[in-house]
């Protein structure tokens, strides 16, 4: 049996005879380098940082361009640290799933010290603050999600702990941002050496997100020392990045095929929060973490990991790119087809051709006459491995009806962006679109909660099922609705520029909605019938 710790990796024979690659530097000294020369903390111990972050400083590591490893620290739910790395002496596996059908298995050791960020711990927290202390600190990176920058709830109001901590000072925060933000504190303190703040997460300007956050705090502890050194980007520098890589929940299949090769203690543990958490990462090869290339205090030099340092300008190209025209458009076209035609998995998606004619048609023919090129990534060559790489995966276990969540939060961004570009352009005609008025005329029926064969399904969690479902809620599958009357009904929803992105009674699009929609909902087989017609 294998185990996946100090010990059991001490027969490394064994480990590579199965087919695993391990890590290939002297990992007790990376320890020892790091725990006196800290350069790397982590915040958000989750999936995507052990298979992305983690990989690249172990591709570092092994090449010698890097001495020190990461410093893992978790805040939301300290039991990932305490059931999750430390049993493991924080190693993990990365299963890479290849759309070929190839599997990569890597022993991760690139984590030299796991934390958890809790202020009531005196031991963990002392062991921070010291962290932050340490002038080589160069970066502090970030995937705690673009919820976890929230001060506020959904009404705008602070937050409880928030706001206690603004009173109380930075001395013993309780809320995720407080504590982080005290800990920058120490460093101030402590001379004020300068560093790199940078979230990673999938939102658009996460480092303006991250920025406010943490001067929120600053400016509520009223230290203006420490305000300017917040404000001073030659000392504490809040870079934008983009980040795509899908990490789905760690998969029983691949579970299974690491038992079968003897690894021990694989079972996944769901912590107290609800957090399910496994000893293994499965993720696709496909990966991109663009950067604003901003560090005071220096960077390693992660562009050999396959990180692409540049501007900020740059930075928001390629996440407009990505999100207006070359993944996010096509993810919910697919989720809610997916969902009205009964698929399960993104991956058998693909194996539909009234599926993949109706993406294609959104990203190659109505998303590239107005994409935004960054130059630094070619935005044909993305959506050819969107297309034929990433989405076909079959060990890709990502489903409809997960990236259906949130999708009127969604669709302004991910298709009012490319309405509002034909509108503005003298050579483009808005009436030509029709993918993306299928798209979102096949919102609506979805809105129904009835799928192609007149079942019902459970839609997925949006916050505002409640204010847009009462539009289609007295509609019924084989209703004998004309294209006049559906606008009639709907007209109030498709004048929301905050859903759409535009109104789309001014865009001229709301007829081209209707019509569809009255197509959609003309019995069971109808949605099936407008994709074909798309062809």
Same mark, same amino acid.
Request: charged share 25%; glycine share 6%.
């Given at each position: 049996?294998?185990?996946?710790?100090?010990?059991?990796?001490?027969?490394?024979?064994?480990?590579?005879a199965k087919g695993y690659t391990l890590p290939q530097f002297d990992r007790p000294k990376m320890i020892g380098i790091t725990r006196k020369?800290?350069?790397?903390?982590?915040? &958000?111990?989750?999936?995507?940082?052990?298979?992305?972050?983690?990989?690249?400083?172990?591709?570092?590591?092994?090449?010698?361009?890097?001495?020190?490893?990461?410093?893992?620290?978790?805040?939301?739910?300290?039991?990932?640290?305490?059931?999750?790395?430390?049993?493991?002496?924080?190693?993990?596996?990365?299963?890479?799933?290849?759309?070929?059908?190839?599997?990569?298995?890597?022993?991760?050791?690139?984590?030299?010290?796991?934390?958890?960020?809790?202020?009531?711990?005196? $031991?963990?927290?002392?062991?921070?603050?010291?962290?932050?202390?340490?002038?080589?600190?160069?970066?502090?990176?970030?995937? =705690?999600?673009?919820?976890?920058?929230?001060?506020?709830?959904?009404?705008?109001?602070?937050?409880?702990?928030?706001?206690?901590?603004?009173?109380?000072?930075?001395?013993?925060?309780?809320?995720?941002?407080?504590?982080?933000?005290?800990?920058?504190?120490?460093?101030?303190?402590?001379?004020?050496?300068?560093?790199?703040?940078?979230?990673?997460?999938?939102?658009?300007?996460?480092?303006?997100?991250?920025? $406010?956050?943490?001067? +929120?705090?600053?400016?509520?502890?009223?230290?203006?020392?420490? =305000?300017?050194?917040?404000?001073?980007?030659?000392?504490?520098?809040?870079?934008?990045?983009?980040?795509?890589?899908?990490?789905?929940?760690?998969?029983?299949?691949?579970?299974?095929?690491?038992? +079968?090769?003897?690894?021990?203690?694989?079972?996944?543990?769901?912590?107290? /929060?609800?957090?399910?958490?496994?000893?293994?990462?499965?993720?696709?090869?496909?990966?991109?973490?663009?950067?604003?290339?901003?560090?005071?205090?220096?960077?390693?030099?992660?562009?050999?990991?396959?990180?692409?340092?540049?501007?900020?300008?740059?930075?928001?190209?390629?996440?407009?790119?990505?999100?207006?025209?070359?993944?996010?458009?096509?993810?919910?076209?697919?989720?809610?087809?997916?969902?009205?035609?009964?698929?399960?998995?993104?991956?058998?998606?693909?194996?539909?051709?009234d599926i993949v004619n109706l993406i294609r048609r959104v990203g190659y023919v109505e998303g590239l006459p107005v994409v935004t090129d960054p130059k630094v990534i070619d935005p044909k060559e993305f959506i050819d491995t969107v297309v034929n790489v990433r989405?076909?995966?079959?060990?890709?276990?990502?489903?409809?009806?997960?990236?259906?969540?949130?999708?009127?939060?969604?669709? +302004?961004?991910?298709? &009012?962006?490319?309405?509002?570009?034909?509108?503005?352009?003298?050579?483009?005609?808005?009436?030509?679109?029709?993918?993306?008025?299928?798209?979102?005329?096949?919102?609506?029926?979805?809105?129904?909660?009835?799928?192609?064969?007149?079942?019902?399904?459970?839609?997925?969690?949006?916050?505002?099922?409640?204010?847009?479902?009462?539009?289609?809620?007295?509609?019924?599958?084989?209703?004998?609705?004309?294209? +006049?009357?559906?606008?009639? /009904?709907? /007209?109030?929803?498709?004048?929301? $520029?905050?859903?759409?992105?535009?109104?789309?009674?001014?865009?001229?699009? $709301?007829?081209?909605?209707?019509?569809?929609?009255?197509?959609?909902?003309? &019995?069971?087989?109808?949605?099936?019938?407008?994709?074909?017609?798309?062809?």
């Amino acid at each position: 049996m294998l185990a996946l710790n100090e010990k059991g990796l001490a027969s490394r024979v064994e480990w590579e005879a199965k087919g695993y690659t391990l890590p290939q530097f002297d990992r007790p000294k990376m320890i020892g380098i790091t725990r006196k020369a800290p350069v790397w903390v982590h915040f &958000g111990a989750g999936n995507i940082f052990r298979a992305f972050q983690c990989a690249a400083a172990q591709k570092m590591l092994n090449d010698g361009k890097m001495e020190a490893g990461i410093v893992a620290v978790e805040g939301f739910d300290y039991e990932i640290v305490e059931k999750g790395y430390r049993p493991n002496d924080n190693y993990s596996l990365l299963v890479t799933l290849k759309a070929d059908g190839s599997v990569e298995k890597t022993v991760i050791g690139s984590i030299a010290e796991s934390c958890v960020l809790d202020s009531e711990n005196s $031991a963990e927290y002392e062991r921070l603050k010291e962290i932050f202390r340490s002038p080589s600190l160069q970066l502090v990176t970030f995937t =705690i999600t673009e919820k976890g920058y929230s001060l506020v709830n959904g009404k705008g109001e602070t937050l409880p702990a928030v706001a206690a901590d603004f009173a109380e000072g930075a001395m013993k925060p309780h809320s995720y941002i407080g504590k982080v933000a005290s800990l920058l504190y120490a460093r101030y303190r402590a001379g004020g050496a300068p560093i790199a703040m940078v979230s990673t997460d999938n939102c658009s300007h996460n480092g303006e997100k991250l920025f $406010a956050a943490i001067n +929120a705090f600053a400016q509520a502890w009223k230290d203006t020392g420490f =305000i300017r050194y917040v404000n001073d980007p030659r000392k504490v520098s809040f870079p934008w990045t983009m980040i795509d890589k899908i990490t789905p929940r760690p998969d029983a299949s691949v579970e299974e095929m690491l038992k +079968a090769d003897g690894l021990q203690g694989l079972e996944p543990v769901v912590t107290s /929060k609800n957090t399910y958490i496994a000893p293994f990462v499965n993720a696709e090869e496909s990966e991109y973490l663009v950067i604003e290339d901003d560090f005071p205090n220096g960077r390693p030099a992660l562009e050999h990991a396959g990180f692409i340092f540049t501007d900020r300008d740059t930075v928001n190209k390629v996440e407009r790119m990505k999100v207006c025209t070359c993944l996010n458009p096509l993810h919910t076209a697919m989720s809610i087809y997916g969902c009205l035609l009964g698929y399960t998995r993104i991956w058998q998606e693909m194996k539909d051709e009234d599926i993949v004619n109706l993406i294609r048609r959104v990203g190659y023919v109505e998303g590239l006459p107005v994409v935004t090129d960054p130059k630094v990534i070619d935005p044909k060559e993305f959506i050819d491995t969107v297309v034929n790489v990433r989405l076909p995966n079959p060990f890709m276990p990502d489903a409809p009806q997960r990236i259906a969540t949130d999708t009127s939060q969604k669709l +302004a961004i991910r298709f &009012g962006e490319t309405i509002k570009a034909y509108l503005a352009s003298p050579e483009l005609d808005v009436h030509s679109l029709k993918a993306i008025p299928l798209v979102l005329a096949g919102w609506l029926r979805y809105l129904m909660a009835i799928d192609d064969e007149g079942k019902p399904f459970e839609l997925s969690s949006d916050p505002l099922l409640d204010t847009v479902r009462p539009f289609v809620q007295d509609i019924r599958l084989g209703a004998a609705f004309t294209a +006049a009357e559906l606008l009639e /009904k709907l /007209k109030p929803l498709l004048d929301n $520029a905050a859903i759409f992105g535009v109104s789309l009674l001014e865009a001229g699009l $709301a007829e081209t909605v209707c019509e569809n929609f009255r197509r959609l909902i003309a &019995g069971p087989g109808a949605v099936r019938a407008a994709l074909k017609e798309l062809a």
